[in-house]
């Protein structure tokens, strides 16, 4: 794996060379995994002059294994407990004689920004942007592979839930029952707070479980990801309580159905992502339920849960091969629940088959 | 509860003002709750000329019932999806005619200060510094109730966990089976992510949870805590498996026990954070294990797990009543395992009794 780690870093010191600065210091936790494999606690990167260098706050050995670097790095530790390792980076930069430094403005706070420019006042701070978040959007087959044993764990934790009893059982106990399942199937955890919504609730993006219970007739929605080697899945589906479900509940979920179908089949290398959400959000628009829709219908995953591209009506730029995203329209009617969808896949040509649908659970509306 | 909030809010317009800022502009998420009682995704208060607003990124109706804020708060929705709750209360600030705005550029990244300053150009922005957090370090008798439930929740899901039988399961599962008792017992969920840690891991600080299985003769040390409606403690002890300790389990568990009564019975209003920190780790270093330590023995809790005042060796101020902190000192002996005894406390006069335990479950060296 190490050659990938140097490859990525060298992607990236081309593009900060380009933007002008001959070093860089990549602070983001997800970006400074992707560049060195690990992120130990307070961690950041320096690209420097003359070599790369991880500085860490703690010692190497009091850190867990699966924290462990790209062995190609040097690994710096702070002489002091509880300093900034950005600010020893800099210092570092400067020292092998940087006379500029890109810096992620985006995650950097102003008042560490401050203490950059105290500790190296020569150094010329400039903005290093979203380069790293750049280079993580098109994922090799290594990275796509976790992505899709994730999915796998996701879907196997689901349909184990799926065949125990749930009516009386509150939102919490079956959110916190997924995520033992998710961890039972090998995750390193859930990919982000899983979310049960049960009545009312369902349908609702984000909805943090409540002490809710289940009841016959209800709408139950679940979203539930897992992470696996650090790489972030998503699968949401809605199911409905008891024997037969009512008239509303068909035809609401049918009509969700139908907007996550046309968002998926628009997912073609080249597409415009404003176009894809378009896609899925007229088929709500038509029927009525332009109000209160979420802002995206989808997002990227991978290091991070909701990283770019954004599946938004005023998002810019296309879809690529080999880009996971989800797809997740929904609809929640205030009282009454609703429905959400979503469906992890890698955006492929048609050549390929098409989008790679990643989380395999049924959308038929299960009566449970 | 509505009252508390204004006076929070009125406590810390007259630190701003003092420092010559008529408004000030809150984005911290803990600060933000600490003042408006709640802190709906992305949304940020201000402090403004005529009123504060809490500025949402989101309608207030698709949020959370635990999400409401406080009642007397004006609440904003932005206008369109996805923009940036911060720079939409600058422009507010700017309306209302004021010509400073004190912002947290201690949380604030580079690129969202420069987009305030870009909407509001001629606001001048100030730093609010940390004076919210300042605030939040003394605690009032209804947070401390909180803090107090919380650790009676922790407490309670430990002992649970100590009468199961524990060899042979993993550091995940056990995490896992803390978790879902911190929830069964009525915690919001867990503080932090909890860690159990088995054998050579035991007495890791942060040690994050393996597929390891305990064994015996294995020590065995957990740290787990609950949020209860925002708050948040800690508890973490250590445990033997099997009939009877080592000799060198003995040792080492009687020397943390000592560090840390130590490091409670300094806990008196007016001490000195680093003599706190020095009670306890002159016990730990007179045995020759100066080495390794952790940088800090304690920390404040309250709405973040980890917050002001550092009982450590570089640590700055004194202990006030009413703040409650962690005592947590530690040995890890790399390829043998440690131990880490963590209590909640809250420091109150010796008039009152000295130092109010939270965490009531035994430190004696259980073998279980």
């Known amino acids: 794996m190490s050659e990938v780690y140097a490859a990525r870093r060298e992607r990236l010191r081309e593009r900060s060379s380009a933007g002008g600065s001959a070093t860089a210091l990549v602070s983001r936790p997800a970006n400074v995994r992707y560049l060195a494999g690990a992120v130990p606690h307070g961690a950041v990167l320096l690209l420097g002059m003359d070599e790369d260098v991880l500085v860490c ?52 706070t102003v008042a560490r920004h401050r203490a950059l420019g105290s500790v190296a006042p020569r150094l010329r701070l400039g903005d290093l942007g979203t380069a790293v978040e750049q280079l993580r959007l098109i994922k090799d087959e290594e990275e796509i592979s976790l992505l899709r044993i994730g999915a796998e764990i996701a879907d196997q934790a689901l349909s184990e839930l799926l065949e125990s009893i749930l009516v009386g059982r509150t939102e919490r106990h079956l959110a916190l029952e997924l995520e033992r399942r998710l961890v039972d199937h090998g995750a390193d955890g859930p990919a982000f707070t899983t979310s049960v919504a049960t009545g009312p609730n369902a349908g609702r993006r984000g909805h943090r479980p409540t002490d809710r219970r289940v009841e016959e007739g209800d709408f139950l929605s679940v979203c539930l990801g897992a992470a696996y080697r650090g790489y972030r899945c998503e699968i949401g589906r809605t199911f409905v309580i008891g024997t037969s479900p009512a008239d509303w509940q068909v035809e609401l979920y049918d009509l969700v159905f139908a907007a996550q ?108």
Chains 1, 2 share one sequence.
């Open 57 to 108: 706050a703690d010692p190497l050995d009091e850190q867990s294994a699966d924290a462990r670097p790209d062995q190609a790095l040097r690994v710096q530790t702070l002489p002091a407990p509880g300093g900034d390792c950005a600010v020893a980076a800099a210092g570092l930069a400067a020292a092998q004689g940087a006379e500029s430094l890109a810096v992620e403005e985006h995650h950097l």
């Open 261 to 368: 179908r046309a968002g998926r089949q628009a997912l073609v290398p080249g597409a415009a992502c404003r176009e894809v959400d378009r896609a899925a959000r007229q088929v709500l628009d038509s029927a009525g339920y332009s109000e209160g829709l979420a802002p995206t219908t989808g997002h990227g995953v991978g290091l991070e849960i909701d990283e770019d591209p954004r599946l938004a009506p005023s998002a810019m730029g296309k879809l690529d091969a080999c880009v996971p995203v989800t797809v997740e329209p929904g609809v929640h009617l205030p009282g009454r629940g609703g429905v959400r969808i979503d469906d992890t896949l890698v955006v492929r040509p048609e050549a390929d088959g098409g989008p790679e649908l990643l989380t395999i659970t049924t959308k038929e509306l299960l009566a449970l």
